[in-house]
């Protein structure tokens, strides 16, 4: 895992796509218990044509050690979380999300998971909690709604697409209360 204000990430991720067969996603929706979003930050899946101690590939890459995990599962399984496959208490990234400088491993992870993607059956009744809220909406209520009704894990899941709903009704409140149009992106 690298992050985007590392001072060394240009040189890190040269390093790491110039690795045989590399696999990759950019996660800036992750949440923290808190429900605050984490800083964007990548994930890489390498598979190597040697095996090589943390240590040497740690040097070879420019990543320090303690940002390198070895697979401890499954090859198959580290593809998933590049998504957060079928894990719903995280933000599910999209497939066409995911990178990689080989096609084979590409079509690899392709084929591991786009039969099976959930949806987001709890999101549209999350959805229509914010709409039907007569003022200003926090995303700490639509958590506590969510968690109340035991759907928490669509919050995080679909945390990016609740934030936009929520920002489009504050936008619309805001229009009716001031009689003006308000655009909802200019919303915090």
Not at 77 to 89: E, Q, V
Not at 166 to 183: L, W
Request: glycine content about 4%; charged content about 30%.
């Amino acid at each position: 895992m690298i992050y985007e204000d590392d001072e060394n990430f240009d040189r890190q991720m040269l390093n790491l796509l110039e690795q045989k067969e590399v696999i990759y996603i950019r996660h800036d929706q992750d949440v923290t218990e808190e429900g605050e979003l984490k800083k964007p930050h990548y994930h890489f899946v390498i598979k190597l044509k040697t095996a090589c101690t943390i240590s040497a590939l740690s040097k070879r890459v420019g990543v320090a050690e303690n940002m390198i995990e070895p697979i401890k599962k499954s090859f198959n399984g580290s593809l998933k979380y590049l998504i957060h496959f079928k894990d719903d208490n995280k933000y599910q990234y999209d497939v066409e999300d995911v990178k990689s400088n080989s096609e084979k491993l590409l079509k690899r992870f392709r084929e591991l998971v786009t039969d099976e993607i959930p949806g987001g059956d709890h999101a549209m009744s999350i959805q229509e909690y914010i709409h039907s809220q007569p003022d200003y909406v926090k995303m700490s209520q639509v958590g506590k709604f969510a968690n109340q009704n035991g759907i928490w894990n669509y919050f995080i899941r679909y945390y990016s697409y609740l934030r936009d709903v929520v920002k489009e009704h504050n936008a619309d409140i805001c229009s009716k209360r001031y009689h003006t149009e308000v655009d909802w992106n200019s919303i915090y």
